[in-house]
């Protein structure tokens, strides 16, 4: 679980970075499953096909659900009160996505202590493909 | 959408999570969960398995081979934990073009709430229509 103290943290901090297995059509099936996204476009290469793509693509959503696992493995979740995504370029198949974060704002306010984190997943050619923010909430 | 501990690890398997609180519910109570928690992005899910976004895209007149997912956005109000059932209400709050109608934008609001119509998270997604 992870515990972090507001005050040992530093704005510039970086997320300890997550590094994925190559995405392949094996992971995006399970995610169509996991996550009830059944969109025939990132499971099927003929509607892929039909809709003017190379091949099946990544979820956004799988992308996100990755840079929410760096936010969770830094500070607890019960913690975590926003959390945005912007889906800025397409995950391809066989891309490696590697997520990465720093904090970059501390603020105290009603009591509360809040950080703010920026993270970002990229491909092995540093890619950008999905950028987001998250707000948390220590105690 | 009832929240299912199944359900859940396999979700948790799929995105490689390792962190047991997510798979374990000894660990999760250990975490002061009331059991598995539902990690931050799972909620999205309930509204896309009940099929209801894509029939309304497609009663817009939306084609589904167009479309790409823009933007997410969550707020967390509660906790989500197996066993809770939560519902998603939303509406369509805005709709605009980029480049002359090539690229549509449709935003979409929802509220969650649980089984005792506690709001827990809000969510906005921005979906991009390529025309």
């Known amino acids: 679980?992870?515990?972090?103290?507001?005050?040992?943290?530093?704005?510039?901090?970086?997320?300890?970075?997550?590094?994925?297995?190559?995405?392949?059509?094996?992971?995006?099936?399970?995610f169509a499953g996991a996550s009830g996204d059944h969109v025939p476009l990132h499971i099927d290469i003929?509607?892929?096909?039909?809709?003017?793509?190379?091949?099946?693509?990544?979820?956004?959503m799988l992308?996100?659900?990755?840079?929410?696992?760096?936010?969770t493995g830094w500070a607890p979740q019960s913690a975590l009160r926003?959390?945005?995504?912007?889906?800025?370029?397409?995950?391809?198949?066989?891309?490696?996505?590697?997520c990465t974060g720093k904090v970059i704002e501390k603020r105290e306010q009603d009591g509360q202590k809040f950080v703010r984190v920026d993270v970002q997943a990229t491909n092995q050619h540093g890619e950008k493909k999905t950028l987001g923010e998250a707000l948390f909430a220590l105690a | 959408?009832?929240?299912?501990?199944?359900?859940?690890?396999?979700?948790?398997?799929t995105i490689g999570e390792t962190d047991p609180i997510y798979t374990d519910e000894a660990a999760a109570k250990?975490?002061?969960?009331?059991?598995?928690?539902?990690?931050?992005?799972?909620i999205f899910a309930a509204e896309l398995e009940?099929?209801?976004?894509?029939?309304?895209?497609?009663?817009?007149?939306?084609?589904?081979?167009?479309?790409?997912?823009?933007?997410?956005?969550?707020?967390?109000?509660?906790?989500?934990?197996?066993?809770d059932t939560i519902t998603v209400a939303s509406q369509i709050s805005d709709i605009y073009d980029?480049?002359?109608?090539?690229?549509?934008?449709?935003?979409?609001?929802?509220?969650?709430?649980?089984?005792?119509?506690?709001?827990?998270?809000?969510m906005r997604s921005v979906i991009v229509v390529r025309n």
Do not use: W
């Open chain 1, 82 to 98: 926003s959390f945005d995504a912007r889906f800025v370029g397409i995950t391809h198949l066989h891309n490696v996505i590697t």
């Open chain 2, 50 to 83: 009940a099929g209801t976004v894509l029939d309304a895209l497609r009663a817009m007149g939306v084609n589904l081979g167009r479309i790409l997912h823009g933007e997410q956005q969550f707020t967390y109000l509660a906790p989500v934990c197996a066993g």
């Open chain 1, 46 to 60: 003929d509607a892929a096909r039909r809709a003017g793509m190379p091949d099946v693509f990544g979820h956004g």
């Open chain 2, 98 to 122: 980029k480049k002359n109608g090539a690229l549509e934008f449709i935003v979409k609001d929802s509220t969650v709430t649980n089984q005792h119509g506690m709001p827990v998270a809000t």
């Open chain 2, 30 to 42: 250990a975490a002061g969960y009331r059991s598995l928690p539902a990690p931050p992005t799972f």
């Open chain 1, 1 to 30: 679980m992870a515990v972090i103290d507001y005050d040992t943290i530093s704005v510039g901090d970086p997320l300890p970075p997550l590094t994925l297995p190559a995405l392949d059509r094996t992971r995006l099936a399970l």
């Open chain 1, 63 to 71: 992308s996100m659900a990755c840079l929410g696992r760096l936010l």
């Open chain 2, 1 to 13: 959408m009832e929240i299912e501990k199944g359900r859940l690890r396999f979700f948790a398997r």
